[in-house]
């Protein structure tokens, strides 16, 4: 049997072999010039912003929330279409959640929905770059006033820009994720960017356990050469030099990754058009995506049927994502279903195909074929 064709994976080559190599030969295994690097690399992806690399995306984000100062007594606004960490890493600082819905189109976070629920308590609103479309930051922003901070979730859309500006420059506070099936990969990795010295500052603090290593910040400067403190707790979140040569390697080929994946997206959305009962992704006009995702709708209820179909015919179509109040830890705290009725309704119908740069034109033909195939089939019955 041909192994399942997967949904996204890593492009990997002999010269990120040899960076890894020559990376693990070196004095420096973990902090070391790979890692300054590596953030000087990327920033120029974050239209300057600064970079702070992280362990991974998970991290990114509770290292942005810590930065932003989120506790106990906090409300952070996230809309449900999202990878569950986005809201998880906030209540491992004891923030509330409130959920917000996304909008009809791009499934990324809906403005109005965000200004109904903010509150003086609002600390922070997440915004989620779905599938590698930006939301609507300057909208986002206005709904989110003057006191929360802006945060983007930008797992998805490094590379992307919105109105013409990049990534990294929308929010207060982005976070990446460097997983293998996203835009670059560090095999686990996540970097936070900031314009703003300060964020940027506590966020590299948090990353490094808290310590405060400047005599000039220390309260007991005079105890010696050796001495550090904490003053505010921290975690090690630090990403080591052997992964950080990876993403300098990567980072050399991401605008072909983004190049291969549009034109990938391209040729789907071309095969699909005309395709009966299905809906290819939306895109506004002020957005170049950075498609990660190709997200297409099922529709008729028959989206569980065309998985199994497509995944019985080799086909490694994912479903991205469970609305994240209902995860039962959600659940439990007493989210219910039905708050958020546009992104409830789109994980119905939502389906995943498969894309990644080394997706071979006869491999995507095959993943077109196989959901023409599974939507020709008659109906199964009772698919609710
Ligand atoms: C992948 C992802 C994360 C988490 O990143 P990891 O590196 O897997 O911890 C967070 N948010 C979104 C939207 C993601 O897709």
Redesign the pocket.
Known sequence: MTPLLPYGRQSVTEDDVAAVVAALRSDWLTTGPQVDAFEADLARWTGGAGCAAVS??????HVAYAAAGVGPGDEVIVPPM??V??ASSAVALGATIVFADVEEETFTLDPAAVAAAVTARTRVVSA?DYAGHPADYDALRAATGGDALLLA?A??SIGATYRGRPVGTLADLT?F???PT?NLTTA???AVASGDPQLLKRARRFRNIGLVRDRDEQRWPDEGGWHQEVHEFGLNYRLPDVLCALGRSQLRRLADFLAARARLVARYDEALADLPGVLTPGRRSWANPAWHLYPIRVLDGRRREVYDRMRAAGIGVQVNYIPVHWHPAFADLGYRRGSCPVAESFYQQQLSLPLFPDLTDSDQDRVIDALSAALRAAPARSAA
């Open positions: 991974n995306g998970t991290a990114a984000l999202t990878f960490a986005t989620v979730d797992a998805h976070t994720s460097f997983f996203k686990e990795g996540g």
